[in-house]
């Protein structure tokens, strides 16, 4: 069953844009992103937007519905209202390119500064040994599919360019998390995540985990987690006096 | 507009093109190598179709079945393929996979364990031990992150979100690429002596696909007009299991691990049909009753149950049932594991499938059925390399993952993408790095008229004249005629009518027009990827109607069973026209399949 759905996309660039109104036609069952390659086919050939998997899997097709950050290959019509208008706008947090697509270089060069997961002594060499229940704290945060909504609904750089330098994000967080909670990691980053990386600027709101796409607890599992460790590590006077053994890990 | 444009310019030993699981490992190898290294993707970096492999890597570590070794798994995939592999790729790819595995996890890879602490391994179709290591049903995210983050750490070039459109030649031997920023539209010289294809698959011809917009067979087509040859191209997988209700969703992969873990397939009167359709190739190792293909489960001392079947005969089953009119109600059969398993065991094992059902569909597959239907999934079939150093016929040329061909034969067992990806990713790099130091002084040159043609090529349809031509509109007459006319099951006279349409495209594509200017303009991204579809659905077609039998991943009709003589043979293409006004012309050639040396020839003897 086809009907006519109106979309109200934002289109332009870094120079500034407006709302285009377009109608088109959606089919029961189909996603937003069915709706804007619809448009895309039909009466905008060159309506900018990223996508690839279209089945929830890459985090290519980031964007704003009615001003919330979701995936658009995994937000049906269906929740919306018959007859009701979809606004399209890109991700507020990072710079627009054209359209829908935005700038994220701010992520991928914060992935640059993660020092990579480097094993102990004690297993220098995989295969590793390591158990499922130990393993499966780091799995969650792997299922991160670099969307970035989390990125763009942070209050902490969403409006608030001037942080974006001190603070790395909740994508970011849950990265050291995962290499913290890794069995078989030697690297203590924690006063790198506080110092150089902001973890301290994260007043949990848990608005990052509110949008996530894989429903991992980034707020919950990661980041109160790695604040709790980050004390330890600082104001723990046993640690302090004694020194911390290389390895342990909290 | 390229006469004025000042062209971005780069100089490397070594660009690999795709960072999907092959084009990772290849730039990390090459890097690691001692050359300098260039690594360009499409997308964003993360985001290649790798991602969405969800089952394993096949590896025989023998973590769960001591049984298992390279014997084992050389001997699968041979067989598997219908023993038109490359013999040797397949003995590489069982040898190697388990290094290649181990080094993800060195790399920071967090796989799903044994109860003893090991990488654990699951059953798959065609595979006789469980063998391929998981995270769940995520598996290619997993090892795209690890590779990718070991990219990152070594401070390889990454150039994201570049399309190449050709590539560049000094007299016979590649020496350079040129590429355009999607975001700009602008174009970037790379000046190299050797290129690494890693441009992954060709699915986005079909309408119904499990394949992402960006496989559509780029480095199939530089390879050919760069004056390289693609294999047996009549090859390709549909995937047994894609969804098929919402239209939506129509081809989405469901993972073959549903029918590992337990799954089955059941038709519109409720019946197991994959009891019928056994055929004599695998009798002697599929169970043919469900009792004994229960058991197996838990014990491999039974024969496989015949859902786990090679993929080409569980999709061709399905299509039978079908077109019989024992379909589910949107044109698909019945997966059913709910019936099956718990709900705790489904959820565990198969996260993301179920999450996939549920957002998508509305269906909770741990109390429901899935509906689903075959899939175009894979490219068996790809550029003719050598076996040990990926080199294509091109000096200079390399090609490693989907884009290369042989390692599969006529059909790929699932779980043996992901390793073939490592395995000849690390090999190709590393050869690719060896060939550049090796030239010396002796390096080719970059001409600067092929450049300035390239880029005149790339822009026009920005200036088409009156008869214009939409894209969008162009590409979907290309897949609804490789869907119809070039799909599961084939014939001579539709491959005929096949490629007088492809043809009949191509001379339309030239007037292809697109609006808008060159910043990141989908229009004209979709008006470049196009002449590399037709030019590889032209291939296939091509490739397809050579093929007089039925073997793997090639159904014909007209001649509906294997022939030992096209057993012998391999079907290569070359490009012998394009440009200018004639039409595009492919010469086919048959040569002869490379025979296994006795000791490997007796491993295939072994039919259970």
Not at chain 1, 124 to 132: C, D, K, L, N, S
Not at chain 2, 147 to 175: H, N, P, Y
């Amino acid at each position: 069953m086809s009907y006519d759905l109106t979309l109200r996309i934002w289109r332009g660039d870094a120079n500034g844009g407006d709302f285009r109104e377009y109608v088109v036609q959606a089919e029961e069952g189909q996603v937003v992103l069915d709706v804007v390659h619809r448009a895309q086919a039909t009466v905008a050939n060159d309506l900018a937007v990223r996508w690839n998997c279209k089945a929830g899997k890459c985090g290519s097709c980031s964007a704003e519905v009615n001003g919330y950050p979701r995936l658009m290959c995994m937000t049906r019509l269906s929740i919306f209202q018959p007859g009701e208008t979809i606004t399209i706008t890109p991700l507020r947090t990072f710079p627009v390119i054209r359209d829908l697509v935005t700038d994220v270089s701010f992520n991928y060069e914060r992935a640059r500064q993660v020092p990579a997961f480097t094993p102990t002594a004690e297993q220098p060499r995989a295969p590793f040994t390591m158990f499922q229940p130990d393993v499966e704290r780091s799995q969650e945060f792997r299922k991160c599919i670099e969307c970035w909504l989390c990125q763009d609904t942070c209050h902490v750089i969403r409006d608030h360019e001037e942080n974006k330098p001190a603070f790395a994000g909740p994508r970011f967080f849950i990265r050291y998390a995962e290499l913290d909670m890794h069995p078989n990691d030697s690297l203590d980053r924690k006063k790198f995540v506080q110092d150089e990386q902001g973890l301290g600027y994260c007043n949990i709101t848990k608005c990052c985990t509110d949008v996530c796409p894989e429903h991992i607890k980034i707020t919950d599992n990661a980041i109160i987690p790695m604040k709790e460790r980050v004390v330890d590590t600082k104001y723990d006077p046993i640690v302090r006096f004694l020194g911390r053994r290389k390895g342990t890990k909290a | 507009m390229p006469a004025e444009e000042t062209f971005e310019h780069h100089d490397y030993d070594v660009v690999v093109i795709g960072a999907g699981g092959a084009g990772l490992r290849a730039a990390v190898a090459a890097h690691e190598s001692g050359a300098r290294t260039a690594l360009i993707c499409r997308s964003l970096l993360g985001k290649a179709h790798t991602v969405m492999a969800e089952g394993g890597i096949a590896a025989a570590l023998g973590n769960l079945w001591p049984e298992d070794n390279w014997q084992v798994h050389f001997r699968d995939t041979m067989r598997g393929g219908k023993l038109l592999n490359h013999w040797r790729m397949a003995e590489l790819h069982a040898k190697e996979a388990p290094e290649r595995v181990y080094e993800l996890e060195q790399w920071g890879a967090l796989f799903d364990r044994t109860p003893a602490g090991k990488i654990s391994q699951r059953d798959f179709g065609g595979h006789r031990y469980a063998r391929l290591a998981h995270v769940g049903d995520r598996t290619g995210l997993e090892m795209i992150r690890a590779l990718q983050q070991r990219a990152v750490s070594s401070g390889i070039d990454v150039f994201m979100e570049l399309t190449v459109t050709d590539l560049l030649k000094d007299g016979d031997r590649v020496a350079g690429a040129l590429a355009y920023w999607r975001e700009s539209g602008r174009f970037v010289v790379f000046q190299a002596p050797a290129v690494v294809l890693a441009t992954g698959g060709i699915g986005k011809s079909w309408k119904v696909t499990s394949n992402s917009w960006e496989c559509t067979g780029d480095g199939h087509a530089l390879a050919l007009r760069a004056g390289a040859t693609l294999l047996n191209m009549e090859f390709v997988q549909f995937h047994p299991t894609g969804m098929v209700w919402p239209l939506s969703v129509r081809g989405l992969l469901v993972t073959e691990s549903v029918r590992g873990d337990g799954g089955v397939l059941r038709n519109s009167e409720n019946k197991r049909f994959m009891f019928d359709y056994i055929p004599e190739f695998f009798k002697a190792e599929t169970a043919d009753n469900i009792e004994e293909a229960d058991r197996w489960y838990e014990d491999k001392h039974n024969r496989r149950p015949p859902e786990l079947l090679p993929r080409d005969e569980v999709a061709r089953a399905i299509n039978a049932e079908i077109k019989a009119g024992r379909g589910s109600p949107h044109g698909g059969v019945f997966l059913d594991i709910a019936s099956r398993r718990t709900p705790e065991f489904i959820q565990r094992r198969l996260p993301s499938m179920y999450h996939q059902f549920k957002e998508l569909a509305d269906v909770d597959i741990t109390k429901e059925p899935m509906e689903i239907g075959p899939t175009c999934h894979y490219a068996m079939g790809g550029v003719e390399v050598d076996p040990d150093t990926q080199a294509s016929l091109v000096p200079g040329l390399y090609a490693a993952g989907e884009v290369a061909g042989g390692m599969h034969g006529a059909n790929r067992l699932g779980g043996n993408s992901l390793s073939d990806l490592i395995v000849f990713g690390k090999r190709a790099g590393e050869y690719a790095a060896a060939y550049a130091k090796g030239l010396g002084a002796q390096r080719p040159r970059v001409n600067a008229a092929d450049v300035s043609r390239a880029a005149e090529d790339a822009l026009a349809p920005f200036g088409a004249g009156t008869a214009q031509e939409n894209p969008y509109a162009l590409h979907q007459e290309l897949q609804e005629t490789m869907q119809d006319l070039v799909g599961i099951i084939r014939e001579e006279g539709e491959m005929r009518q096949a490629l007088e349409k492809i043809a009949s495209l191509q001379q339309r594509a030239r007037n292809l027009s697109v609006e808008g200017n060159r910043s990141f303009n989908p229009g004209w991204h979709l008006a470049l990827d196009l002449r590399n579809m037709l030019l590889v659905s032209q291939s296939v077609a091509t490739a397809a109607l050579e093929r007089q039998e039925s073997r793997g991943g090639h159904t014909r009709n007209d001649y509906p069973t294997t022939d030992p003589f096209w057993g012998k043979q391999n079907v290569v293409l070359a490009l012998t026209g394009e440009a200018g006004q004639g039409p595009t012309t492919l010469a086919v050639k048959r040569q002869a399949l490379p025979e296994p040396p006795p000791e490997l020839a007796a491993l295939l003897e072994d039919a259970h």
